[in-house]
């Protein structure tokens, strides 16, 4: 018997499928909720863990690092202009957080990491408020305006890298 052979299937036992008259319809169907006991059981097991859990971990142990508006405005702003040389070049010319083009005029802001990435500053804004680290480069970028914020002895230093903050 070659490939070319047809097996003749028998389809006879879906018949039943779609109709109404079928038998499992006086089937007892299966309870919507578990068991008084089971339901005991449960309640009983996540209050308990929601207990050891409150006693095991500080208060405050969920807090989120996050910019301050002060800290925000301490960040580098400034229009963006499309000059020829920029348009002909590879120069980023979208916020990388909104994926909108930069307009002439549109108010950017730089942050402070080693490649200073500009963002709208809607976006950054936003993003800041969400999380201290840079959207692109991922570097803690709290800290950088932090630590240029703070009063120095020695010479300025160069930018931190992801490198030196163990980012990559």
Known sequence: VGPAAAVAM?????????????SDDDAPLPP??????????????????????????????????RFTAAEISQLRSFPFELSGAAADSS??????????EFESGQQLTALPCAAAHAFHSECVR??????????L?????????????????????APASPRSLGLS
């Open 10 to 22: 028998d389809y006879s036992r879906f018949d039943h499928i779609g109709s109404s008259s079928s």
């Open 32 to 65: 919507r909720h578990p068991p008084p006991a089971v339901r005991d059981d449960l309640e009983d097991y996540f209050r308990r863990l929601d207990e050891r859990r409150s006693r095991s971990e500080p208060a405050d142990a969920a807090v989120v690092p």
């Open 91 to 100: 120069a980023r010319s979208e916020c990388a957080i909104c994926l909108c």
């Open 126 to 135: 936003g993003a800041l408020a969400a999380s201290v680290h840079c959207p």
């Open 137 to 157: 480069c991922r570097v803690d970028v709290r800290s950088l305006v932090v630590s240029a914020a703070a009063p120095s002895d020695g010479p300025a230093a």
